[in-house]
């Protein structure tokens, strides 16, 4: 895992810039890369206006002086509107000695009239909330270019710091960061550029990051045997209750990702379509059978019976994964969730399981895997994925439609499909969540729950085709 899919924090970009330094690439060579990388996605993007940079002290700042540079040699009119001098002897100084263009006090009129406004103000590290003459120049701006992140952003969590404006274009170096692809930031940043700065591949050596995006590159989707059969496809057990249209949603979604056999084990479920299979035994006898090795517990089950059917299955040792009712039977007793192999909730259910966690969403998910030994898919439009041993994942493919009744049961449904085949939890839980998304933007707008399994095997037969 890692490359190009691997998110960087503001800290761990610093240990990677300095690692640089080691290896003989100065922070004025990275200034001067970052700053042409900006003017140069500009270029592409826009037509030549009047620019106005506002450069903060520090290294966006100094991004800033470096984009200002190469704007103007194209012969743009630009002008720098520095907030605060760059720190005496820094690179930013340096590149800041290099500008020979105007320089003008920074004002709101100024921002108004500029035609295109770079935000190279505060960087992804920013440890403060920004200060409302600062907010109020950015939200002036009538389009706007943001270095790094759109200030106010924290490129490790995504959340606002005070206030941010709103980019149309954001040109980060060398590496996303976490704030790129979680809300609030994401919607933030506008178009998202990654610019290659020289940074050695030594530097990111240095670091082992355990956050990614979240793409096929990380994981491999299981393949069937020329001479295998339904059972080496693994047999998933979908408890089924009262609501059986819950189960039923995620069985069609398990056998279209490639489950051998997928059975509904529960009193009389009705609606139950050909292909799948209907078990009335009794729990104690399923569960001795050792080809039921995996479980989906949970969707439409009933709070009561998913508590005591959890407990069943874990003490069984078998591998769960637990959704809907499941979670909800262990609210503000999140240890009753130890033992299963992967839990799906959304925020309401997370907040209910683990009233204490109150960070932001990568932590939480990460300190909740930790606790309870398991993976946490904390679903969202930014949903991450968090293994106990501080693995991460964010998925940044899920359409605003995806967001509908029944689309939770199919998400549990395919991860415990892909966990029957043999996925490890971890991977089969990425790879579900990106698929979820992947077959909701190939159904478009105006899909309902019952239309996402079917647009899973073209999804499944695009990666092997396009070797993700």
């Given at each position: 895992?890692?490359?190009?899919?691997?998110?960087?924090?503001?800290?761990?970009?610093?240990?990677?810039?300095?690692?640089?330094?080691?290896?003989?690439?100065?922070?004025?060579?990275?200034?001067?890369?970052?700053?042409?990388?900006?003017?140069?996605?500009?270029?592409?993007?826009?037509?030549?206006?009047?620019?106005?940079?506002?450069?903060?002290?520090?290294?966006?700042?100094?991004?800033?002086?470096?984009?200002?540079?190469?704007?103007?040699?194209?012969?743009?009119?630009?002008?720098?509107?520095?907030?605060?001098?760059?720190?005496?002897?820094?690179?930013?100084?340096?590149?800041?000695?290099?500008?020979?263009?105007?320089?003008?006090?920074?004002?709101?009129?100024?921002?108004?009239?500029?035609?295109?406004?770079?935000?190279?103000?505060?960087?992804?590290?920013?440890?403060?909330?920004?200060?409302?003459?600062?907010?109020?120049?950015?939200?002036?701006?009538?389009?706007?270019?943001?270095?790094?992140?759109?200030?106010?952003?924290?490129?490790?969590t995504g959340a606002v710091r005070g206030a941010a404006p709103r980019a149309d274009l954001t040109v980060t170096f060398a590496g996303l960061k976490p704030g790129h692809l979680l809300f609030p930031g994401r919607a933030l940043c506008g178009e998202t550029v990654c610019a290659e700065i020289g940074m050695p591949a030594a530097a990111f050596a240095r670091v082992e990051t355990k956050t990614w995006r979240n793409t096929p590159a990380l994981w491999r989707l299981p393949a069937p045997a020329a001479t295998g059969h339904k059972y080496e496809r693994g047999h998933l057990t979908i408890l089924a209750g009262p609501m059986s249209g819950a189960a039923i949603l995620a069985a069609a979604a398990a056998r279209r990702i490639g489950a051998g056999l997928v059975t509904l084990a529960g009193p009389d479920p009705a609606g139950v379509p050909p292909g799948i299979i209907v078990s009335r035994a009794a729990l104690d006898e399923l569960?001795?059978?050792?080809?039921?090795?995996?479980?989906?517990?949970?969707?439409?089950?009933?709070?009561?019976?998913?508590?005591?059917?959890?407990?069943?299955?874990?003490?069984?040792?078998?591998?769960?994964?637990?959704?809907?009712?499941?979670?909800?039977?262990?609210?503000?007793?999140?240890?009753?969730?130890?033992?299963?192999?992967?839990?799906?909730?959304?925020?309401?259910?997370?907040?209910?399981?683990?009233?204490?966690?109150?960070?932001?969403?990568?932590?939480?998910?990460?300190?909740?895997?930790?606790?309870?030994?398991?993976?946490?898919?904390?679903?969202?439009?930014?949903?991450?994925?968090?293994?106990?041993?501080?693995?991460?994942?964010?998925?940044?493919?899920?359409?605003?439609?995806?967001?509908?009744?029944?689309?939770?049961?199919?998400?549990?449904?395919?991860?415990?499909?892909?966990?029957?085949?043999?996925?490890?939890?971890?991977?089969?839980?990425?790879?579900?969540?990106?698929?979820?998304?992947?077959?909701?933007?190939?159904?478009?707008?105006?899909?309902?729950?019952?239309?996402?399994?079917?647009?899973?095997?073209?999804?499944?037969?695009?990666?092997?085709?396009?070797?993700?």
């Amino acid at each position: 895992m890692g490359g190009m899919d691997a998110l960087y924090t503001p800290q761990e970009m610093g240990l990677i810039d300095t690692a640089a330094l080691s290896c003989g690439v100065s922070g004025l060579m990275l200034m001067e890369n970052a700053g042409t990388a900006v003017a140069r996605a500009i270029v592409r993007r826009f037509r030549p206006c009047r620019v106005l940079v506002l450069a903060g002290p520090g290294n966006n700042g100094g991004d800033g002086y470096v984009a200002a540079r190469r704007l103007a040699e194209r012969g743009w009119p630009v002008a720098v509107a520095p907030l605060a001098p760059p720190r005496p002897a820094s690179d930013a100084a340096a590149a800041a000695a290099l500008w020979r263009g105007p320089v003008v006090a920074a004002d709101e009129g100024r921002v108004q009239s500029a035609e295109l406004v770079i935000d190279a103000v505060f960087g992804a590290g920013l440890a403060r909330d920004v200060d409302p003459g600062t907010v109020a120049l950015l939200g002036a701006a009538r389009r706007l270019v943001a270095i790094d992140v759109p200030s106010g952003v924290d490129g490790a969590t995504g959340a606002v710091r005070g206030a941010a404006p709103r980019a149309d274009l954001t040109v980060t170096f060398a590496g996303l960061k976490p704030g790129h692809l979680l809300f609030p930031g994401r919607a933030l940043c506008g178009e998202t550029v990654c610019a290659e700065i020289g940074m050695p591949a030594a530097a990111f050596a240095r670091v082992e990051t355990k956050t990614w995006r979240n793409t096929p590159a990380l994981w491999r989707l299981p393949a069937p045997a020329a001479t295998g059969h339904k059972y080496e496809r693994g047999h998933l057990t979908i408890l089924a209750g009262p609501m059986s249209g819950a189960a039923i949603l995620a069985a069609a979604a398990a056998r279209r990702i490639g489950a051998g056999l997928v059975t509904l084990a529960g009193p009389d479920p009705a609606g139950v379509p050909p292909g799948i299979i209907v078990s009335r035994a009794a729990l104690d006898e399923l569960v001795t059978d050792p080809r039921r090795r995996v479980w989906l517990c949970g969707p439409g089950l009933g709070v009561e019976a998913a508590g005591q059917t959890l407990a069943h299955l874990v003490a069984a040792g078998r591998a769960i994964v637990a959704d809907a009712d499941a979670l909800t039977s262990a609210a503000g007793e999140a240890e009753r969730l130890r033992g299963v192999a992967a839990i799906t909730p959304h925020e309401g259910e997370f907040a209910r399981v683990f009233p204490d966690l109150q960070a932001d969403r990568l932590s939480r998910a990460r300190a909740a895997a930790a606790r309870i030994g398991a993976v946490v898919v904390l679903k969202g439009p930014d949903t991450v994925i968090a293994a106990p041993d501080g693995r991460a994942a964010i998925n940044a493919n899920a359409p605003p439609f995806l967001a509908t009744a029944g689309s939770g049961d199919t998400l549990a449904g395919i991860a415990a499909g892909l966990l029957v085949q043999g996925m490890p939890a971890f991977e089969a839980c990425c790879a579900a969540v990106w698929l979820h998304g992947a077959a909701a933007t190939r159904a478009g707008g105006g899909l309902i729950a019952e239309d996402l399994a079917d647009h899973l095997p073209m999804v499944v037969e695009n990666i092997k085709k396009f070797n993700f």
